[in-house]
C-alpha cells in the first residue's frame, strides 16, 4: 500500500486547539456547536475554514492556516477564538479550554451529528462516548517520508516534557484523580491510541497501516490516534501527546518547542546523524510518570534506569534550543515554557484555586474562563497542592471535590 506523503515547507507550523462550550451560570459544559458553526459558516460554503465541529456538541476546534512562526500561529487562532467567542456570548456560553471538564459528565454529552462520529461510537461504543477531553495538536512541516519517521521516533524522547508542562486534567466528573493528566489515561483505552510503534522507516509505516486497513481496524490512516504521528496529508509531524490548554501563552510555548525540536532534528538529519530510537519500555514509564506527577516527576533519562526530574530536563532542553529558537523567531515564545514553569502548570493552578474554595470546583471553571480570556497569570499560587485536594466524600480514583 503506497501511503503519498505531500511534503511541507520545512518548520512550516499548525495548531489545532479544541475548545469547551460552558454555560456560564452553571459551568457545565453545554451543547452549542452546531448554532455556532451555522451562524459563523460564510455563505456558500459548507462550513467555516477554521472553526470545525468535534466529537461532542460541546466542543468546537480552531485550527490555523499554514503558518511560518508561532506569533503568526498565535495571531490565526486569536482571530478565530475572537469570532466563536462573540458567536458563544450571544447564547450565554463561554470558552475555555482544559484536558477535561472538571465536573460535567460524560453520560450527559450529545455526539455531533457527522457521519464520521456516529460511526466512530458505533464501533468504540462505551470507549468512544466518554471521550470528553480536549487537546492540542501541532503540526510541524516535514520535507520528505524519509524523514518523517526517524523524527516521530526521536520526538518521543520528549514526550513527558510536553505532557508534564501542558497537563491540565486533574478531575473527571466531579473527582480529583491524582493525576496530573487524566486525559492521558482515558484517551489510551482507544485501540490505535498512545505511544507510536517505533517503526524503522516510511516502507514499514505504509505495510502496517496496509494491515490495519485491510483487517477493517481502520478506515484511515486518520484513525490511528499516536501520541506522536506523520501526517501524510498534511506533509507533517503532528504532536499530540498535549492537554488542553487553557491559554494561547501556553499553546505558544509548546509550539516552539515543537518547532524547535523538529528543525533540530531535520538539520540532524541533513547533516547525516542517525536521530535516537528510545526504549519501548523507557517511553512507557516516562508518559506514565509525566501523567500522574506532572511537572513533579523524576523521568527515565537512559536505558540504565538514570533518573532526573522533569524540570531540569525541561530547562536543559530550552537551553539547548535557544539558537534554533532564533532562527526561527520564536524566542519569546520558547521563553515562555519558564514562565509556566514559574507560575505552575494548568493541573496545580485549578488545585489551588478548588483548595482555597474547599474543594469547589465551580471557581476551577471560572478560573479557566478566565485565563483563556486574559492569558497566563503573572504569578503561581503560593504552596500550590499537587496531590488531590480533599473534599466532602469519597470518590472512586480520587476524592469527591
Not at 20 to 43: F, H, K, M, Y
Not at 75 to 93: N, S
Not at 133 to 154: C, D, L, T
Not at 282 to 292: C, G, H, S
Request: aromatic share 6%; glycine share 8%.
Amino acid at each position: 500500500m503506497e501511503i503519498p506523503f505531500c511534503s511541507s515547507e520545512r518548520a512550516s507550523l499548525g495548531v489545532e486547539w479544541e475548545l469547551q462550550l460552558v454555560d456560564l451560570a452553571t459551568g457545565e459544559l453545554s451543547p452549542g456547536a452546531i448554532e455556532i458553526l451555522e451562524q459563523l459558516r460564510p455563505g456558500g460554503a459548507e462550513e467555516h475554514p477554521k472553526a470545525k465541529h468535534e466529537l461532542l456538541q460541546s466542543t468546537i476546534e480552531i485550527i490555523t492556516g499554514i503558518c511560518t512562526t508561532v506569533a503568526e500561529a498565535k495571531a490565526d487562532l486569536a482571530g478565530t477564538l475572537a469570532e466563536v467567542a462573540a458567536a458563544a456570548g450571544q447564547r450565554g456560553l463561554g470558552l475555555m479550554c482544559a484536558g477535561t471538564h472538571p465536573f460535567t459528565d460524560w453520560q450527559t454529552q450529545l455526539i455531533s451529528p457527522k457521519e464520521r462520529y456516529l460511526q466512530l461510537v458505533e464501533r468504540m461504543q462505551w470507549m468512544a462516548r466518554r471521550l470528553q477531553i480536549f487537546g492540542v495538536h501541532v503540526h510541524v512541516g516535514v520535507r520528505s517520508p524519509e524523514k518523517a519517521i526517524p523524527i516521530v521516533n526521536a520526538l518521543c524522547q520528549y514526550i513527558p516534557h510536553f505532557l508534564a508542562l501542558s497537563s491540565s486534567s486533574p478531575y473527571w466528573v466531579g473527582c480529583d484523580t491524582g493525576l496530573a493528566s487524566s486525559r492521558t489515561k482515558i484517551f489510551e483505552g482507544m485501540p490505535t491510541a498512545g505511544l507510536p510503534y517505533q517503526l524503522a522507516g516510511w516502507d514499514e509505516f505504509e505495510g502496517y497501516m496496509e494491515t490495519l486497513i485491510s483487517t477493517n481496524a481502520i478506515e484511515s490512516v486518520r484513525e490511528v490516534w499516536w501520541d506522536v504521528r506523520p501526517h501524510p496529508e498534511f506533509g507533517t509531524v503532528e504532536l499530540r501527546i498535549c492537554d488542553g490548554l487553557p491559554t494561547l501563552d501556553e499553546i505558544g510555548a509548546v509550539a516552539a518547542l515543537a518547532q524547535c525540536l523538529v528543525e533540530q532534528f531535520d538539520h540532524q538529519l541533513d547533516r547525516g546523524y542517525t536521530l535516537p530510537t528510545p526504549a519501548s519500555w523507557v517511553l512507557r514509564e516516562n508518559k506514565w510518570r509525566a501523567a500522574r506527577y506532572g511537572l513533579d516527576a523524576d523521568i527515565v533519562v537512559d536505558e540504565k534506569g538514570t533518573v532526573q526530574p522533569v524540570r531540569q530536563a525541561i530547562l536543559e532542553l530550552v537551553e539547548e534550543l535557544r539558537p534554533t529558537a532564533k532562527r526561527l523567531g520564536c524566542e519569546a515564545e520558547l521563553e515562555d515554557v519558564l514562565r509556566v514553569l514559574e507560575v505552575g502548570a494548568s493541573y496545580q493552578r485549578q488545585r489551588a484555586v478548588a483548595a482555597a474554595h474547599d474543594g469547589d470546583l465551580k471557581p476551577v471553571v471560572d478560573s479557566l474562563l478566565a485565563e483563556l480570556r486574559d492569558g497566563l497569570p503573572a504569578t503561581g499560587p503560593v504552596g500550590r497542592p499537587t496531590e488531590p485536594v480533599p473534599g466532602p466524600g469519597d470518590c472512586a480514583g480520587g476524592h469527591a471535590a
